[in-house]
Nanobody, 123 residues
């Protein structure tokens, strides 16, 4: 049974930093491209960052480019999202997801999802 568990969400002031983690079980993380998505209240879920199966390629959405950094440790079956210079607009539930294709290029095709971790940025 595949399980993906996010952690690290918190209430933080604008300008602060957080590091999210996503630990997977029941699958080998190194076989999947991984991504972080977020959903703010009343808004659609959006892709935030993606990292290829090997970790050599990453992609960050324009809204977080230069502030958020995605990484992975396949040996630990864990995905990370370092979030810096947080803004109130970054508030939302953050989800990790796994894509068997192995490459970034689309926000579609993610088969496995975590339950999410809440990030709240106060102004």
């Amino acid at each position: 049974q595949v399980q993906m568990v996010e952690s690290g969400g918190a209430l933080v002031q604008a300008g602060g930093s957080l590091k999210l983690s996503c630990t997977a079980s029941g699958l080998t993380l190194g076989e999947y491209a991984m991504a972080w998505f977020r959903q703010a209240p009343g808004k659609e879920r959006e892709g935030v960052a993606c990292i290829s199966r090997s970790g050599e390629s990453t992609y960050e959405a324009n809204s977080v480019y230069g502030r958020f950094f995605i990484s992975r440790d396949n040996a630990k079956n864990t995905l990370y999202l370092q979030m810096n210079s947080l803004k109130p607009d970054d508030t939302g539930t953050y989800y990790c997801a796994a894509n068997p294709v192995g490459l970034c290029g689309s926000w579609l095709g993610y088969d496995y999802w975590g339950q999410g971790t809440q990030v709240t940025v106060s102004s």
